[in-house]
Nanobody, 125 residues
């Protein structure tokens, strides 16, 4: 089992920045890929960004150039730095972890069955 605990999120004005953090514990040796997903009201959950244990990253087109995902393998954490936030970035953001790198990078599906509790990001003036 893997436990994921998220922090960060909140309310920010358009153009502002936020940083999300996710800490993993438990059977961390099963984790090859970690990522952030988001779900807005009435929409399906979508991949925002992911990163492998080797540092290879993937971003959804809508956040490229604005968001940066980073990972500290020693601390078992993954962060998402979000800059130039837009109202359409408003959603609940979830951390995900697991072994399935191919699934993430080919379909954008989750890398494993482990999810954080979710953290709300609201971009509004």
């Amino acid at each position: 089992q893997v436990q994921l605990v998220e922090s960060g999120g909140g309310l920010v004005q358009p153009g502002g920045s936020l940083r999300l953090s996710c800490a993993a514990s438990g059977n961390i040796f099963s984790i090859n890929v970690m990522g952030w997903y988001r779900q807005a009201p009435g929409k399906e959950r979508e991949l925002v960004a992911s990163i492998t244990s080797g540092g290879i990253t993937k971003y959804v087109d809508s956040v490229k150039g604005r968001f940066t995902i980073s990972r500290d393998n020693a601390k078992n954490t993954v962060d998402l730095q979000m800059n130039s936030l837009k109202p359409e970035d408003t959603a609940v953001y979830y951390c995900n972890a697991g072994p399935n790198v191919i699934v993430v990078f080919t379909t954008g599906g989750p890398g494993g069955p482990y999810w954080g509790q979710g953290t709300q990001v609201t971009v509004s003036s």
